[in-house]
Structures are given as C-alpha cells and as structure tokens.
C-alpha cells in the first residue's frame, strides 16, 4: 500500500522554452495539471533588452544564451515557491522553440559537469557558449546559405526529399553555415552544436544532450528516412560538423537523470529521469494527445496543420519531420500566413465587424456555394508560395470580380480556406479514414459555423482539445510516458488516451459532404495551379 501512495504521490514536468517566455506544467500520474509558472524574458528579465524575447537587427534575429540560463533559474525557483516537491518529481522533459542553435565552446562540457550547487547556473555558464546570441526561428538573413545547400545536393526538390524540407532561412543547417563563413574563430570555437530543445536537456543533466530525430528534421540536415545527418549536407554546412551535433537520437530516449548540481541545489530524487526535449511544434503534437490518422488545425493568427503519417511525401512546401511519439512514424507540419487576419477583413467587410452576423451568413448559404470558389491571401501566402490577393471563380471556373452577395463571399472564404488545408495534407501523404478525428485549437475553434465547414469539407468528425500551453504539456506526457518506462510498457497512445478520449465533439459531416466536396475539392485543385500561374505572370 505504502508503494501505492508514493506512485500517487509523483509528479512529471512539462518545459517549454518558447520564443517569448519559458513555462512549465506539472501534472501527476492521472494526467491532471497540478501546478504551472512562466518566466517572461521582456518583463521579467528586462537586463537583456529583448523585444518579444529577441534582439531584432535587420533581417538577423537572436536571443542571448545565457537569458535561457537565467530564466531556468528563476522558473526552477517559482515552482518551489508554487509548492511543487522536486523529490516527488520522476521524470521531465519538454520543447524548445524549433530551429534556434545554441554553441558550447571548447571546455564548456566540463564547466557543465562542475556547476557548483551554491551558486545560479546564469553566474557559472556565462563564460561556455563560443557565440553569445543565439539566432532562433524569425532569423531570415542566410539567403546565400539556402542556394549553397540546395546546390550541394542538386536542388530544392532533392533536399525536401532528403531532410522533409527545402532550404529554409530559418533552418539550423543555414544558421550553422552563415557562422561558419562569415565567424570562421566561432565556429571553429564551438565543442558542439545544440537546438534550443536539446540545450535545455543539457542543462538538467549536466552535459550535452543529443538533438532528437522530430526537431533535427527542422534543420536540413537530417536524413528524416535513416534518421542520421546527411553526410553531402554536412560537407556542405561545415568541417568536422558531425562531431559538433553529436549523433541524434530518438526522441522517445532518456537522455539520462537530473545532474548532481540539480539534486543539490533543489533536492531532485537521483532517479529523476529526463528524457530527450523536441521542437514545440512536435511536441505540440504530443500535447494534443494526437494519434495516427488525426489532423490537428490551430486557427490563429497564422492557421497551422499537424498531421501524423506513414509514408510522407515532401513537398517544397510544408515540412515532414520524424514523429516524437512513434519511432515508425512522421509528422507533417503546413503552415499558413492568411489565417485569422483574412477571416476578420471579410468578416468587417461582408458582416459589419460582428461574427453572429458573419456566421449566420455562412448558414444561410448552401453546402458548395452553388461551385462558387474563392482564394483569398493579404499576405503572401506560405503554402501555396508568395500567393497573393483575392481570386474568385464562378461554377463555370471563370474568374470573377466579386462574388453576387455577402452570403457567397464569406461561405467561399472558409470553404476555400480549408480546401487547401484538406489538398496540402492529402498531397504530403495524409490518408483521411473513417476513424480521422480533426482537433481544432485556436481562437477559430469557438466558431461552431467554421467547425461545421471543416466536418464537412474533410468528411470527418470535429472536436476541440484545450490546447493552453500543448507544447508544454507534451514534455510533461511524454515525461509520464518515459518514466514508465515508454514504449516497453505502453505506447504513448495508450497512455494519453484519456486525454484523447475527453476531446469534445463538436461537428460531424452532413450525409451530402461527400458528394458536395469530392468534385469541389477537385475543381480547387485544378484552380489552384490557374492562381499559381497568374501568380507567375504577375511577377514577370
């Protein structure tokens, strides 16, 4: 009985060191929250002058290292004073905001090995890192380094083929390449190469932890089939670059048990296990308590698709990367720039701003707009590539000025905007079954009138998922999972189910979806490709 109580008693922690901030989710073996906390680098670290948790300077964009540091300190600090017990704590884990690179120099993993419990890890490591500024996700200043990879290997399709992506500007590959070039002393400094996820690792080991295989696959680097680096790549990024990454590892590995220094410093329990930390967009899927056959849709600001695959199709737009909870499996991440933005403009422009009006709009029109089909981009758009503007074709697949009415206008605008979600996932390799459940998070997924659409242009039932700080909680399920011992004892969709299971339904797919969407759905295709060529010409 007394075994019983103790394994009540354990706790599992959730990180996310996010662009912005750093949070962490408790939870306990239920799968219930017990405890959360952030630290906000702007407001709460204002030594570093970050805006938005960066340093901004043309198209080069960084955060300081040692702010991460810091900011662990203070979070591990405000768990304890939220009363969370770290000798309760059994395992953790967690996510890093994707791409970002992190450059230990020579020596910095005996200076990891030695941290002194009396003392801040911020004051100790300050000295470890061969580049202080860390470039992260927003950075889009190696253009140059972009052709260079794609060339290395005979162009953009190849390398997609390759590591799920073209080049990226974003991707580490291009970030480690610009350094290389441009700060040959750095690179030639740097010990080894962390992503943002795997520094974090690092630091609650003790040394440095290995990058996993689903945040590796944002690097154009990695092989997302043998799941190893790319050796033209690395020849291409860098010398010696292989020793600098380190061999990447499934993302379903213990990296090892809290360091001495945490057990001193904070009384972690020695067996304390850490497994390995991913992107936050993998780890988003985690938190979502996807599984096989599942799409999950966030309506946001930007609309971004996760979907679990199989047999994965790398297009040159979207990104496929190894799944963080199947060894087996993929992931496939589209994301689009035009998402809650252009919902608001048509909703002030056809609904006077108000979207009771803006919905019954949509309710008011038949399934299918009677073949009307409409494209709308205010931004250039990210999947399709550089679409801009507003397109509209009548049933005849004319193009039309504007469309007869309200009504036809704002059903066109979210028909079409999740026709192109259902075209791009099908043509990366997402295969819709009768068992596909679409999780919608969002501000969007409160929107009954948008959640019926989506039943009905994918032919599959709709549920929202509280998605508050998913990234977060997939380190702490994915903690729970590997301090149970993972896949030996369960697989992660085993476990999760019960959060899978308490998903809320919210919209199934009238009888006609199938014959109303098919041919729609085809026509989209095939008017996709006439936007994309008017795009061209546009240009020219």
């Not at 971004?304 to 499996?329: I, M, S, Y």
């Amino acid at each position: 009985m007394e075994e019983e109580t103790k394994e009540e008693e354990k706790c599992y922690i959730g990180l996310d060191f996010s662009t912005q901030q750093i949070k962490a989710v408790v939870i306990n073996a239920g799968l219930e929250v017990t405890a959360e906390t952030h630290v906000h680098f702007d407001s709460m670290l204002p030594e570093y002058r970050t805006y938005g948790g960066v340093h901004t300077s043309g198209k080069r964009v960084t955060a300081p290292t040692i702010m991460w540091v810091k900011a662990l300190d203070m979070l591990l600090d405000k768990l304890r004073v939220a009363g969370v017990e770290f000798s309760k704590v059994a395992g953790i884990s967690g996510a890093g905001q994707q791409h970002g690179s992190v450059y230990w120099r020579k020596g910095a993993e005996d200076i990891l090995a030695g941290l002194q419990p009396e003392r801040f890890m911020h004051e100790q490591l300050s000295s470890a890192f061969s580049v202080q500024d860390s470039p992260i996700w927003m950075d889009c200043s190696t253009s140059e380094q972009c052709a260079l990879l794609e060339a290395s290997v005979g162009g953009p399709e190849k390398l997609s083929e390759i590591s799920g992506s073209r080049a990226y500007e974003r991707f580490t590959g291009n970030q480690i390449c610009k350094l290389r070039m441009q700060r040959g002393e750095s690179y030639s400094n740097t010990e080894r190469v962390s992503l943002v996820s795997s520094f974090a690792a690092s630091l609650l080991v003790g040394r440095v932890a290995g990058i996993d295989w689903a945040d590796a696959g944002g690097m154009n680097l990695l092989d997302i089939r043998t799941r190893q680096w790319n050796q033209d790549l690395l020849d291409a990024v860098g010398p010696d670059l292989a020793s600098k990454l380190g061999v990447p590892i499934s993302s379903s590995t213990v990296v090892g048990t809290m360091s001495t220094y945490m057990q001193d410093r904070y009384g972690f329990d020695p067996e304390c296990v850490v497994g390995a930390f991913t992107g936050d967009n993998p780890s988003s899927l985690a938190g979502l308590a996807m599984k096989e056959g599942d799409i999950g849709l966030s309506l946001g600001t930007s609309d971004t698709v996760f979907v679990w695959l199989k047999d994965p199709q790398p297009q040159l737009t979207g990104h496929v990367w190894p799944n963080p909870v199947d060894e087996t499996a993929y992931m496939a991440l589209l994301c689009y720039k035009n998402g809650s933005l252009t919902r608001e403009r048509l909703r002030d422009s056809c609904a006077d701003g108000n979207w009771d009006i803006f919905n019954e709009l949509i309710d008011s029109t038949t399934r299918g707009n009677f073949g009307n089909i409409g494209m709308y981009f205010d931004h250039p758009e990210i999947v399709p590539d550089g679409l801009q503007g507003d397109y509209r074709f009548n049933k005849s697949d004319d193009p039309a000025i504007r469309f007869a009415s309200n009504e036809t206008e704002v059903r066109a605008l979210i028909e079409g905007q999740m026709m192109a979600k259902r075209v791009h996932a099908e043509r990366i390799g997402f295969h819709l079954s009768s068992d596909t459940r679409i999780l919608v998070t969002g501000g969007a997924s409160v929107n009954t009138a948008i959640l019926q659409v989506i039943a009905d242009v994918f032919n599959a039932n709709v549920y929202t998922q509280s998605a508050a700080n998913s990234a977060a909680m997939g380190g702490a399920y994915r903690a729970l999972h590997l301090a149970k011992g993972g896949d030996k004892t369960c697989s992660f969709s085993e476990m999760i189910a019960p959060v899978a299971e308490a998903a809320r339904l919210v919209a199934r797919p009238n009888k006609d979806a199938v014959s109303t969407y098919n041919p729609l759905i085809e026509r989209f295709k095939h008017l996709e490709k006439v936007v994309i060529e008017m795009n061209k010409k546009k240009e020219t």
